[in-house]
Structure formats: C-alpha cells, structure tokens
C-alpha cells in the first residue's frame, strides 16, 4: 500500500513539474525553413522535419533528422506551435500507432 502511494506522489511530482515547465512565447515563430530531406540512410528511418525552438529569448531553427521507426506500423505526427489566448505553446511530435 505505501509503495503505491508514494509511486503515485512521485507520478503527480512528475507530471505537474512537466505542466509547469511548458513555455508559453508572446510572438509567434518565423515561418518554417523549407528543408532538402537526404536520402534515407535505411529503410526504417522517418524523417523528423526540423522546427523552431525558442532558447534564451531568440527563436532558433532545429534541423530536421532521420529517426529509426520504433515499430512497423508507427508514424510520426510533427510537433507545431499552437496559438493560445496566453500566447504560444510548443505540441510535442509523437509516434503514432497506424
């Protein structure tokens, strides 16, 4: 019962600290830098488009990547810039399950 409840306490710490660390920007990104995507280094990889990030009060563009698909029937679903009342919130990519 005790492990329980401090497994809990320690999932709520995790996920409350990670709800408090989301950054909320007042302007929004520059426009997406189109990107030439390499040749896929091997059949598994899925290219992860490149995105703007914002890192000591400057936007700065991360270069897209090559990832290995974590399973055959995944795809990526790209992070984006979502405009709220508060101002900018960054959406994480995922895998998704097809």
Known sequence: MKRGIVALT?????VMSVVACTTVIRTGPPP???EVVPV???P??????????WRGGNWVWLPGYWERRPY???VWVPG????TPEGWRWIP?????E
């Not at 598994?44 to 990030?53: K, L, M, N, R, Y």
């Not at 984006?80 to 405009?83: A, D, F, L, Q, S």
């Open 80 to 83: 984006h810039w979502r405009e």
């Open 72 to 74: 055959a029937a995944a």
């Open 44 to 53: 598994e990889a899925v290219w992860i488009g490149g995105h703007w990030d």
């Open 10 to 14: 320690v999932a709520l710490v995790l």
């Open 40 to 42: 896929a280094p091997y």
């Open 93 to 97: 990519g995922h895998w998704r399950h």
């Open 32 to 34: 997406a830098r189109v």
